[in-house]
């Protein structure tokens, strides 16, 4: 092999690896319906006399119903989105939504989660996956992740488990599926709601069920970085009408809808919230649903392919995977030879090559300001210090010692696995990967980085 470019050789590859939503004639099609019908969004906030009919009626009925102009449920686009989208993964009630950040607060305060509550999460994921649990003045509490599979420890949330807990947010990270049989299990003993959020894992199953359909609810993103792209938004699901009536209320201006018959227990969490999804969003989704088996089906060749042409490489640890897992990112992790260069020397090299290597996350959600000062809502150190939760709740870095050595120190993430990318761009990677690879000793003198180096990729 040629010498490293980071050292002044040759890069494996100059032209940048694509990344793009990949859309056809459906988009087109369904897009210019919306526009020449001119209705943008057709929710009505407002109740009308057949308002508890739609709050549960399954999606698969409620794409034909006819009550009004506007409904409650939303118009045209967004209702057979819904149907469509409970078809494909089995669920009786769909509901859009703005984004999985607006999914997973909408699910906990259809759960009753609110001030002094505890919710358990893992500490490795996208910062909205515990921000979600703030929104109802919630305390988020949170697990380490097993090695196996990246995500939530079904043994750590045991030992997370209070008085106060009433809920657990499930991740499925980077297309893996969380221990589902086991943390159903732990939930079912202690009577607490299980919320899927399924952002990174849209198709993946466990144990021959879509994952997102084990949970109480189970949360999509299709935000532009996504599987499954309509730019900004995401979806609910539910098998149990009486949540599906409740997030339906509070995803369109449920306060609107009570009147002197509703109980205080019926009133909970339906505070002002705006979650709607617009027809032209949703318009995208039906065309995006109708293709992501292909879609997936493109990121599991090109993970399964790379995968194997790099496996035997004594000092990177490749990820196995099953035929129902749908990859989002590969989590190459780095072995870390006895005297060898540091990770984030290796990414430099690897990037140096023209390849786009990450190394996860920048934190652990654990360690955002927001939780290690304990400061959310106004400047009195609210939820912490809600009179009704009246605890002390410290996050201890030191708690969570496998996500952490995995982000400093071990992960090695190639995002470029879905559409256009293809079989050509995988062997480039593989090139740099194994270029790097065998000449690690001449790294060695290199000191690693104080912050990401910039590559024209």
């Known amino acids: 092999m040629s010498e490293l470019a980071i050292l002044g050789g040759t890069p494996v590859r100059t032209t940048p690896f694509r990344s793009s939503v990949f859309i056809d004639d459906d988009e087109r099609t369904l897009i210019s319906e919306v526009l020449e019908k001119r209705e943008f969004s057709r929710f009505m906030g407002s109740p009308t006399e057949d308002i508890e009919k739609q709050l549960i009626m399954p999606s698969a009925e409620a794409v034909d119903y006819k009550s009004q102009y506007f409904t409650f449920l939303g118009g045209r686009m967004i209702r057979q989105f819904e149907a469509d989208f409970s078809k494909k993964f089995h669920s009786p009630f769909s509901i859009t939504v703005n984004s999985c950040t607006s999914a997973l607060s909408t699910a906990l305060g259809a759960c009753n989660i609110g001030p002094g509550d505890e919710v358990i999460t893992t500490c490795m994921s996208f910062n909205a996956t515990a921000m979600s649990i703030l929104m109802f003045n919630a305390i988020p509490v949170f697990a380490d992740i097993s090695p196996a599979n990246y995500c939530i420890d079904p043994d750590k949330i045991r030992m997370a488990i209070t008085d106060r807990t009433k809920a657990i947010i499930v991740v499925h990270l980077l297309g893996f599926p969380a221990h589902m ?40 993103s299709f935000q532009e970085t996504k599987n499954f792209m309509t730019g900004e938004g995401g ?19 449920g306060e609107s809808v009570p009147d002197s018959t509703w109980t205080d227990t ?10 709607r999804m ?31 042409k790099i496996s035997h490489l004594p000092d990177l640890g490749v990820p196995v995977y099953h035929d129902g897992i749908v990859p989002h990112v590969i989590p190459f992790v780095y072995k870390t030879p006895k005297g060898g260069p540091h ?45 009704l939760y009246n605890r002390k709740r410290d996050y201890d870095p030191s708690e969570f010692t496998v996500a952490t050595d995995l ?29 790097v690879f065998q000449n690690l000793d001449d790294l060695k003198t290199l000191s690693a980085p104080k912050g990401p180096k910039k590559y024209k990729w």
């Open 343 to 387: 990770r984030d020397i290796v990414l430099d090299a690897l990037r140096a090559e023209g390849i786009p290597v990450g190394s996860g996350y920048q934190r652990l959600m654990c360690d955002n300001p927001v939780f290690t000062r304990k400061i959310a809502y106004g400047g009195h150190n609210c939820p912490w210090s809600c009179h």
């Open 407 to 435: 982000l400093k120190n071990r992960f090695i993430w190639f995002y470029h696995i879905g559409k256009p990318n293809e079989k050509a761009d995988m062997d480039d990677a593989a090139k740099a990967f194994i270029k």
């Open 181 to 220: 049989e086991e943390i159903m299990k732990i939930a079912d003993e202690k009577g607490l709601y299980v919320i899927e959020d399924c952002a990174q894992a849209p198709g993946t199953e466990y144990q021959g069920q879509m994952v997102g359909t084990f949970g109480h609810f189970g949360a999509y």
């Open 278 to 308: 617009t027809e032209l969003t949703a318009a995208l989704g039906i065309a995006q649903l109708r293709k992501m088996d292909e879609n997936n089906r493109t990121r599991k060749e090109n993970t399964f392919y790379l995968c194997e």
């Open 235 to 253: 979806m609910l699901v539910t098998s149990r009408p009486d949540l599906a009536r409740k997030a339906r209320l509070i995803r369109n201006h």
């Open 266 to 275: 019926d009133l909970i969490n339906i505070v002002g919230m705006n979650f």
